[in-house]
């Protein structure tokens, strides 16, 4: 789904592991099958994401690919930030839902994510830097937002072919 399309801008329906475990499997089943035919089209140095309003449903579920060879793939059901540091710092990001511009976008540098596994268990899980800033952005998706609304007043996205560091990680002050 691409910038525009109505199921963006809502708030994902949460799932009720209970009673919608296989709705739940197959939304998680199709995002790992999305991520894998766009990753066979292009790279993501950085790790990629995606979460179920990209691919038109409209349900709290998103997976994240972590860089680096071999790293375990995330997946987040009915996810909900509840803590994130007061610092923060500011990287370009990309989105699958409108992947020719990039936009500087403030985010904490570590958040504390609750997910519920498909049992239906509460998951406590920390994030920091580049990782809790993927997870975050495709949180934000379910929330119904997009990175840009994330940006600061008066920045606007950059065209991809203008945006310097495409295929280098983020950086982050020691």
Known sequence: MQRG????????RAFDLSTERAAAEQTVERLFSSMER????????KGMGIAAPQIGIGRAAAVVQPPGPGAA???LLNPRI???SGDE???YEGCLSFFDVRGMVPR????????TTLEGQLVTTTYERG???????????????LYTTRMRTG?????????????RAWDYEQ
């Open 82 to 84: 509840t803590d994130r």
């Open 108 to 115: 904490p540098l570590r958040i504390t994510v609750e997910t």
């Open 155 to 167: 920045v606007a996205p950059i065209h991809v072919e203008g945006y310097r560091q495409t295929g």
């Open 38 to 45: 766009i990753g066979q089209v292009h790279p993501f140095a």
């Open 73 to 75: 793939t995330i997946v």
């Open 131 to 145: 990782l809790a800033r993927l997870v975050h952005h495709e949180i934000d998706h379910l929330d119904g937002l």
């Open 89 to 91: 710092d500011e990287q």
């Open 5 to 12: 399309a109505p199921v963006l801008a809502e708030p994902a």
